[in-house]
């Protein structure tokens, strides 16, 4: 299909995106209120925005995703959706009785300029319930933005400082990830004993075991106690900057809860520096069975250092993720030449730096000269590709036009992924997910070796 | 999920047959703050027009709309492949501050650059609607500067529901047609309307139609392109299947180019042989007749001991059926009778007053019909009327499964056409393998017990 992508590399400055690689703020919303334990996210805009969300987060998970929506009208659009978003309180309370309703906005209803906070305060909401929203116009950031944006009024709406001494335990905050990591991370945790909040926490929400009935709010998820605890903790650790950080500093500013910004722990470095901020942090040794676990990382890239080193490498997705990718297929000595994301990506000026800034920084002391943006597309990605080709592909599902194009062998990393099932009970994170990478990558390109081996090369021990 | 119900404005949507006289609320809007599975205005136009295979598909609006669209609709090409590329004008804040019209005029001409289409799709999604961008003049000067077609869909979310879409994207097609002198009339020619060639149904359906002698002129819209949708006005009659979509478009053709239709339904070996029937006899060929009978024979024969080896499985299965429009809900009751299962739940996205009377005389006493159910209400009436089997749209799989119920997909998300006999085999090989799955006997129910 993208047979015809041209070769030659001309301006593109009209500011169209062909391709993306990414997605609107909403739906990032909707996955960070998901992990609010009894919380049904809201979509304050027409039907087919939340429809198209729950559709995209269905087909990841597997697994029923629940919103409702303000339903639009031509006349609402005209006359503001205060009346439409009251009516949703009051409905939503009343039919689905959930303990928290999540409103994020649409284009439409910022574009219209809702004023959703003060609907909120002058709607009728039943004691014990509570009602949070975040303002997530799709033509500003992307869909990590939008789970950042939810996952800040958590803390705006909830957290509270209640007592001046804080408590022994940690805010984790860790990003846009999937279940299957998020339990990776508390595992990790609390193997070190260390008391923790993981906050959201979509475990046990969109990876639900079988039971024959539907639960409209399964176990898992951050609860509303823990959330307003959260003011209380000593340190919070914000994973992955792009979707963590700002949250994280809100709590800072609102509750004194000092931050540490660490990159999603994809790899063994990043890992690492997860496992020594907690034990600087709490003063706990590192259990033996991490360090166990660390040992059999090490021993498997060793035992397939050869299979990686010199081959070449594209990788695309979420910033957090594409960041702690990259860090790890350098440490197996790969070479990324092509690294884009499609979320824009802070810039060099400001405090945070850039993703841009942050790549160029890993790839300097290796002298790997490679292509690197941020709110970049698709096309641009198989253009770099066709001119310069990599020997692996690593990304989200789209990524199989190009791999398919290119006949480039695709590991399938990051959201979303449409067309393969487990992947989002399977860790990417912390040794066992460096591990589950490693298989992973080396199989795609054994797989490859095997398929394009001559009769006389075709071996059964490689 | 007891008091699913307690919302009374629901209740004008729901019956039961044989209760009371059934006259459904429906082609309503659905209610603020309900987990609603319907989509919009937007969505309805881009899959009718989607499977033009040599248009691009530029998306007017934020990045959203047109990520969520990119490659979905699993219509397949026998030539062209630009519509499976996602081309966005990804508006942003400037944008909607000052207007978004000079960033589609540039989208376009880039895209120009390094595509050459012949035709362009330009959507314009709610926020479009709402900033007042000019689509049909920047559509109009890029068309006059680039000399192609580029026709703007006016498909702003919030305008209705996805049955406007449709209209919206009918609209579009008119325009496409219109321009041209109505062409001399083929003999013995359709056009198809409403199949989106899933799977390949559309070309299923067309080697039936060769076979009897009749020639399909232009298919709207499953693989079609510029040129086989521009020689519409030379089918001397217009098939039918979608009616949801393609009704208007269809009545349109009648009055301004006095091309006739007729409703056909491909789905289901009774359905395919009444339509193949209805076809050779609005021709009058006696001869042509006598081939539908004869690929009818030999299609029946071979395909009615396949379907009877599957009834034998089902024997007392019940199925629930909740789909996006009403005639594939009517043609669903009658292939789940082929096969043996009885229909105990059904309901639509967007059906109309006819077709839920329809519906309402084909299924027995007892059958909840429901219209825009949410999932609450699905699962409610699911477990209420002991259904097995549930069929649907990709975000009621998940749903089905967890409640321990078989599911198949009617949607966008099957692999293998549904049309025609060997359609009605697929869909009873489906229907066994999701029905009697081993899985099912590894569900317990908390205390222990083994359910299957
Ligand atoms: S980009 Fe905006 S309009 Fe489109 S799906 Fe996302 S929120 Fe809805
Ligand atoms: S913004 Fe409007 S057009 Fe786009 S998906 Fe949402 S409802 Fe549809």
């Known amino acids: ?462 | 999920m007891e008091a699913a119900l307690d919302i009374k404005e629901r209740n004008p949507f729901i019956a039961t047959k044989g209760k009371q006289k059934v006259s459904l609320r429906c082609d309503a809007d659905s209610i603020s703050g309900c987990v609603s599975q319907r989509a919009c205005v937007y969505c309805g136009a881009r899959v009718v027009l989607n499977p033009v295979t040599d248009a691009a598909h530029l998306v007017h609006g934020p990045i959203g709309c047109s990520s969520y669209t990119w490659d979905i609709r699993g219509s397949l090409s026998s030539g062209d492949d630009l519509y499976r590329n996602s081309f966005s004008t990804e508006l942003q804040e400037h944008d909607v501050i000052f207007g978004g019209e000079p960033k589609l005029s540039r989208a376009i001409d880039e895209i120009v650059a390094k595509y050459q289409p012949k035709l362009f799709f330009v959507y314009s999604t709610c926020i479009v609607g709402v900033i007042g961008d000019d689509l049909e003049a920047v559509c109009k000067r890029s068309a006059q500067k680039h000399g192609i077609t580029i026709i703007p869909v006016q498909s702003s979310g919030f305008i209705g529901n996805k049955s406007a879409g449709y209209r919206a994207a009918c609209d579009a097609l008119l325009r496409l047609i219109t321009p041209e002198q109505p062409l001399p009339r083929k003999a013995n020619s359709v056009n198809y309307l409403g199949d989106f060639n899933l799977a390949g149904e559309a070309w299923i359906i067309r080697n039936y139609l060769t076979e009897i002698g009749v020639s399909v002129n232009s298919v709207f819209t499953g693989d079609s392109n510029f040129d086989s949708l521009r020689e519409a006005t030379a089918g001397s009659l217009n098939i039918m299947q979608c009616a949801g979509s393609m009704t208007y478009l269809a009545t349109k053709m009648q009055d301004e180019f006095q091309i006739p239709y007729l409703r056909v339904s491909f789905l289901g070996m009774e359905d395919t042989a009444d339509s193949l029937r209805k076809i050779a006899d609005y021709f009058g060929d006696p001869a042509m007749l006598a081939r539908a009978e004869m690929l009818i024979a030999r299609e029946t024969e071979a395909t009615s001991p396949i379907i009877a080896a599957y009834r034998g499985h089902f024997n007392g299965k019940k199925a629930a059926v909740y789909v996006g429009g009403g005639f594939k809900a009517i043609s669903l009751i009658k292939q789940f009778r082929e096969i043996g299962i009885e229909v105990v739940l059904i309901g639509t996205q967007t059906g109309r007053p006819d077709e839920y009377d329809t519906i309402n005389d084909l299924v027995n006493d007892g059958t909840v019909i429901l219209d825009d159910a949410n999932p609450a209400e699905l699962e409610r009436f699911m477990t209420q009327q002991g259904a097995d089997l549930l069929v649907g749209g990709v975000k009621e799989r998940p749903l089905a499964y967890k409640l321990g119920i078989a599911f198949i997909d009617h949607n966008h998300d099957r692999k293998h056409p549904l049309s025609g006999y060997i359609g009605a085999v697929n869909f009873a090989k489906e229907v066994y393998s999701t029905l009697c799955s081993p899985v099912w006997n590894y569900i317990y129910d908390w205390g222990g017990e083994n359910r299957g």
């Open chain 1, 1 to 462: 299909m993208l047979d015809c992508t041209p070769k030659e590399i001309t301006e593109r400055n009209s500011g169209g995106i062909i391709n993306p690689a990414k997605t609107c703020q909403p739906i990032g919303a909707m996955y960070a209120a998901l992990g609010i334990h009894k919380c049904l996210p809201h979509s304050h805009g027409s039907q087919g925005c939340c429809s198209y969300h729950r559709m995209h987060l269905t087909r990841h998970f597997r697994d029923p995703v629940m919103a409702s929506t303000s339903c639009f009208t031509e006349g609402s659009s005209v006359f503001g959706g205060g009346a439409n978003l009251k009516a949703s309180i009051q409905n939503v309370f009343h039919i689905y009785k959930p303990d928290v309703m999540a409103i994020h906005t649409t284009c439409l209803t910022e574009t219209i300029g809702d004023d959703v906070s003060s609907i909120i305060k002058t709607a009728d909401v039943a004691e014990g319930k509570l009602v949070i929203h975040a303002n997530t116009p799709s033509y500003v950031g992307s869909h990590i933005t939008g789970f950042s944006n939810m996952t800040k009024a958590m803390v705006s709406y909830l957290a509270e400082s209640t007592s001046p001494i804080k408590k022994e335990q940690i805010n984790i905050i860790p990003g846009f990830v999937n279940p299957g990591d998020m339990r990776e991370i508390k595992r990790i945790v609390k193997s070190m004993d260390i008391e923790y909040i993981l906050f959201p926490d979509t475990s046990g929400v969109v990876d639900t075991p079988m039971t024959g009935e539907f639960q409209m709010y399964p176990e898992g998820g951050t609860t509303v106690e823990q959330l307003k605890d959260t003011g209380n903790s000593k340190v919070s650790l914000a994973l992955g900057r792009f979707a963590s950080s700002d949250p994280a500093d809100l709590l800072n500013k609102k509750c004194k809860v000092p931050v540490v910004t660490l990159k999603t722990p994809i790899g063994i470095k990043a890992t690492d520096a997860l496992l020594m901020t907690l034990r600087t942090a709490f003063a706990h040794e590192i259990p033996k069975e991490l360090e166990v676990e660390r040992g059999q990382l090490v021993d498997i890239m060793t035992d397939t250092h050869f299979h990686f080193h010199g081959k070449t490498v594209a990788i695309f997705g979420d910033p957090d993720i594409v960041t702690g990718l990259t860090e790890f297929v350098l440490s197996l000595g790969m070479i990324p030449i092509h690294v884009l994301t499609g979320t824009p990506g802070g810039s060099s000026n400001s405090v945070a730096g850039s993703f841009e800034d942050d790549i160029n920084a890993m790839l300097k002391p290796t002298g790997i000269q490679a292509n690197v943006k941020s709110a970049g597309d698709l096309f641009t990605l198989h253009q770099w590709m066709k001119n310069q080709p990599v020997d692996l592909l690593i990304g989200n599902t789209y990524g199989k036009y190009i791999a398919r194009a290119e006949d480039v062998p695709f590991v399938r990393v990051g959201f979303p992924i449409l067309d393969r099932s487990v992947h989002s009970y399977l860790p990417i994170v912390g040794y066992h997910g460096a591990m589950r990478l490693v298989e992973m990558i080396s199989n795609a390109l054994l797989d490859r070796q095997d398929r394009d081996a001559a009769d006389e090369d075709f071996e059964l021990v490689m």
